[in-house]
């Protein structure tokens, strides 16, 4: 009965303090994201709130909160509603298996830094990530608008393209560790001596354009499409319920899936790598905490390197999109598949 | 205990979506019962341990063909979607019978498999290998032809569908490069 209560107990702890970072972060990120791309296109960015624009954030959620609630005349209230729940749920959910560190011992408890270290991890990364076509599905057709429907039309369409894709980006990696458990794969790769990028570069830019194109990222964000569709699946919503779409789509998708990305291929939590040689640990002076800076070092190099890309290129056509899915990156991902499974036995078994 | 009571929750919230996928008429409201109905029912499948089944139930059921019913209702306009006319209450009824018939037949198969399934034998093996492992040593070994089979309906299936994709492009004329 103890052990009961004691797991219920860190659980709860886990949940509070992955809830806490990802949405705290999230909403920082904000700021991050105008910074990053203001001086990538030579201006100062926010300036006047605060030290270099650092309480700007707060100031846009106050401005956001406090406006006033519109809703289109024969829209669908219930509906309308439930899209925010159904986008912000499933992209939190994915936390649950993302692992922030390795397993360790405190009170006598040993605690892993991972919220259920389930035998499916994975599977389960992909089925909520596309959860979130309902929102956005929900989201435009609740609106009762053209140019919401158009949007969501076009974003599930790309969703569907690139959960087939990124699911077979995976395999590589997946055949490599023999394992589905996000932990364990982490586990497999500090064993092997070996970040899966150094043998799965392909399965990596593969997983890369997928992340793209599901948190619709510039080149792929093509369901917002300002100049077109003016924000797409949004243009109904204000004030706090706008917020929330760029919020989950742009900073807890991308974070969630850039954690994803440096479980499969930069190790999770381990540090530098030199291929089948061993770990070269230039934070060693952190001691016990240097395997959780590693970590959100390595997601914070990929976020940054998302946000370059965004602010740097421009977008692709919506058959373009699709036609990338299906006539390159999916062949790509099979053929990735197939060298795997002949040359990953040969070498470690 | 702990295990019970949430296999009561989900089946409970598995029920109460069966109910709603029958009885509301705004066909939006329909699929999101469906959603939640296949959500309960990966529940179930991970309080029972079967956490592969589970996972799958969420990555194909819930998204995977749900996704397709959310994308030719989102076409329907908003007039037709609540409209109650539609429903054809006099097949409904009439189509009672088969219904009945259909329910029997899945029980008889269910208690048939209860004495036919071999009991407590994969036990052992599932403590060794875990889920997936033991689901995919079985595709490839026991149901290897049945497995093949299948992928080969699905694979004319795909080309089936290539085939009726190119004929319908080819009536639009070419203009887009």
Redesign the interface.
């Given at each position: 009965m103890e052990s009961v209560v004691a797991g219920v107990v860190i659980a709860v702890i886990k949940i509070l303090v992955i809830l806490g970072i990802v949405l705290g972060v999230g909403a920082y990120l904000t700021w991050v994201e105008r910074k990053v791309a203001a001086h990538i296109q030579r201006r100062p960015g926010p300036m006047v709130v605060g030290w270099h624009g650092l309480l700007q954030p707060i100031a846009d959620g106050l401005k956001l909160i406090t406006k006033e609630d519109l809703f289109p005349r024969y829209g669908n209230k219930f509906l309308y509603n439930l899209a925010i729940v159904l986008a912000l749920v499933p992209a939190t959910l994915v936390f649950a298996v993302v692992p922030f560190g390795p397993e360790f011992e405190l009170f006598g408890y040993r605690i892993k830094p991972i919220l259920t270290d389930v035998n499916v991890a994975l599977l389960l990364v992909f089925g909520l990530g596309s959860l979130a076509v309902y929102a956005i599905a929900i989201a435009g057709w609740a609106s009762n608008s053209k140019y919401p429907l158009i949007g969501s039309m076009r974003k599930a369409g790309i969703i569907i393209s690139y959960e087939v894709a990124i699911t077979f980006a995976v395999m590589g990696p997946l055949i490599l560790a023999g394992t589905l458990s996000t932990y364990e794969i982490v586990q497999r790769q500090i064993e092997q001596n070996l970040w899966y990028i150094w043998v799965q570069p392909i399965a990596f830019v593969v997983f890369l354009f997928s992340l793209l194109a599901e948190t619709g990222r510039v080149p792929f964000d093509i369901q917002e499409a300002e100049a077109e569709l003016v924000t797409g699946f949004t243009v109904e919503y204000g004030g706090m319920k706008f917020g929330l779409f760029p919020l989950v789509e742009w900073y807890v998708e991308v974070l969630s899936l850039s954690a994803i990305a440096v479980v499969l291929f930069f190790g999770g939590w381990s540090p530098i790598n030199i291929p089948f040689m061993g770990f070269v640990d230039p934070l060693f002076f952190l001691g016990p905490f240097s395997p959780y800076v590693w970590f959100l070092l390595k997601v914070t190099v990929l976020f940054l390197f998302i946000l370059w890309l965004h602010w740097t290129l421009p977008r692709y056509r919506i058959d373009q999109i699709t036609e990338i899915a299906w006539k390159v990156m999916l062949p790509l991902a099979l053929i990735n598949i197939v060298l795997t499974a002949i040359i990953a036995p040969v070498v470690w078994r | 205990m702990?295990r019970l009571i949430v296999f009561l929750m989900f089946s409970a919230w598995a029920i109460i979506s069966g109910v709603g996928v029958i009885t509301f008429t705004n066909p939006?409201y329909v699929i999101?019962w469906l959603?939640s109905a296949l959500i309960a029912v990966a529940g179930i499948f991970f309080t029972a341990g079967a956490?592969?089944v589970?996972?799958?139930q969420?990555?194909i059921y819930?998204?995977?063909i749900a996704?397709f019913y959310?994308?030719v209702?989102?076409?329907v306009p908003?007039e037709k979607a609540v409209k109650k006319g539609s429903h054809y209450r006099m097949e409904g009824v009439l189509s009672l019978p088969l219904v009945i018939l259909l329910y029997v037949e899945m029980a008889i198969v269910f208690f048939l498999g209860i004495t036919a399934s071999p009991e407590g034998k994969l036990r052992a093996f599932i403590e060794r290998l875990?889920?997936?492992e033991v689901v995919g040593s079985i595709l490839f070994t026991k149901y290897f032809f049945a497995f093949e089979v299948v992928s080969l309906v699905l694979l004319i299936g795909m080309i089936g569908a290539v085939l009726i994709g190119r004929k319908e492009s080819q009536t639009y004329e070419d203009d887009?490069r």
């Open positions: - | 702990v939006i999101l959603l956490e592969l589970g996972a799958l969420l990555l819930a998204v995977a996704v959310v994308f209702l989102t076409a908003w875990g889920n997936t887009t």
